[in-house]
């Protein structure tokens, strides 16, 4: 069974990764890929980070399918019908409600608002439930976009390490 959620937005559909989804990546059967998502995959989509975490990811599954949600999810381009990016969470919420995320945007696709667009409505989304309270994000000290858009979200940065920069993002801190 393929169970998943989604998210819309005006230009994005967001879909938690299904553990057959997850398997078809880890196997690199790109055709697979594409028929269970009903979109085009384009290949440099498979040169992401994200692709190392998905054995992992899959194992968690397995584990727990509680997981969905807390995990990988992709971005859809509605109108190009094509996967564009990832963004997701590494682990359900931990004892003190906090959780890390992060995201990825085809380069073809970046800077036209698509990371704020879809980190908004899956921020909106993981805070609609009750178990989360924080979420923790990293970037680059030296990537103004990623900067921007963490700033844009509400976060705030919260330390460093090295040469990255780290951020967080308090349900009651928000704003609506």
Not at 118 to 144: C, M, N, Q, T, Y
């Amino acid at each position: 069974m393929n169970h998943r959620l989604h998210v819309r937005t005006q230009r994005l559909e967001l879909l938690s990764c299904s553990l057959e989804v997850a398997q078809a990546v880890i196997t690199r059967n790109k055709s697979q890929v594409e028929r269970l998502l009903g979109v085009r995959v384009p290949d440099d989509w498979y040169a992401s980070e994200v692709l190392d975490i998905f054995p992992m990811y899959a194992q968690m599954l397995i584990d727990d399918p509680s997981q969905l949600g807390w995990g990988v999810w992709l971005m859809i381009h509605i109108a190009d019908s094509i996967l564009i990016g990832d963004l997701g969470f590494i682990d359900k919420p931990d004892q003190t409600g906090t959780v890390k995320m992060g995201y990825e945007v085809l380069s073809a696709y970046r800077q036209q608002g698509f990371a704020f667009e879809a980190l908004k409505a899956l921020v909106d989304f993981a805070f609609s439930g009750r178990e989360l309270k924080r979420i923790i994000a990293h970037s680059p000290d030296d990537h103004v976009a990623s900067i921007r858009i963490l700033e844009k979200l509400g976060m705030q940065e919260i330390g460093r390490d090295e040469n990255l920069l780290k951020w967080e993002l308090k349900l009651e801190s928000r704003q609506l």
